[in-house]
């Protein structure tokens, strides 16, 4: 099995050997500049980059980080730094070119590991997979909370025909509201459709009168 590879952007070879020793099972790339770590997206795409903040050439980390998810949008990063102010941290992990995880220096190796095995696990394709499902169980939903309210509208209608259509009475709108558990705006608008539809006689309800409009709104 392929093993992941992580693209580590980090300018201290003494923390690099940190990450040699703690992140072994990996295949492991290094680059010193944000510059270079984006020339080397167009060659080899990494499952994961470790992105310091403070690199060589008095390169900051958080600037590259833009492009960086530009190029790569759905691979997972962590910010490795102790440089930053909480409110950097913060800004890093939100919007829409984040990061998904922020370690402090001094790096803790166990927080480190652990950080990478989640990110590998639930973050990048897998994460994209479970948006994508999560997406379409929303439009099922919704198109079945749709039907299911378009089923319940024609029944409704139907009924309201059959009670009304031989009817030489103006129908009793709040009736008819409490009859079916609904508004009264409701029924005003199953009379509407069903008399454009021509399944009731247009005499049976002409004018929409002021009073019931404003009960209707209130």
Not at 54 to 74: N, Q, S, T, W, Y
Not at 83 to 94: D, G, W
Not at 130 to 135: A, G, H, M, P, V
Request: glycine share 4%; charged share 35%; proline share 5%.
């Amino acid at each position: 099995m392929k093993k992941p590879r992580i693209l580590v952007i980090e300018d201290d070879d003494l923390q690099y050997e940190i990450y040699e020793d703690a992140l072994a099972p990996y295949d492991l790339d290094r680059v010193k500049t944000g510059s270079k770590a984006l020339a080397s997206l167009a060659q080899v795409q990494p499952d994961l980059i470790i992105l310091d903040h403070v690199l060589d050439r008095g390169e900051l980390g958080l600037d590259f980080l833009p492009e960086i998810k530009e190029a790569l949008p759905h691979i997972p990063i962590v910010i490795v730094s102790g440089a930053l102010e909480v409110h950097q941290q913060m800004e890093a992990l939100q919007g829409p070119r984040r990061a998904h995880y922020c370690i402090t220096k001094p790096v803790d190796v166990t927080d480190l590991i652990h950080t990478v095995e989640t990110a590998l696990k639930e973050c990048g394709e897998t994460e994209v997979v479970r948006q994508f499902e999560s997406l379409e169980r929303y439009k099922r939903v919704d198109a079945e909370l749709l039907f299911s309210r378009s089923t319940d509208r024609l029944s409704r209608q139907t009924e309201i025909r059959r009670m009304v259509a031989d009817s030489t009475e103006r129908p009793n709108v709040s009736a008819l509201a409490r009859e079916f558990r609904v508004a009264r705006r409701t029924i005003i608008r199953d009379l509407q459709e069903l008399i454009r539809r021509g399944e009731l006689r247009p005499e049976i309800y002409p004018k929409w009168e002021t009073a019931d409009e404003d009960e209707e709104s209130a």
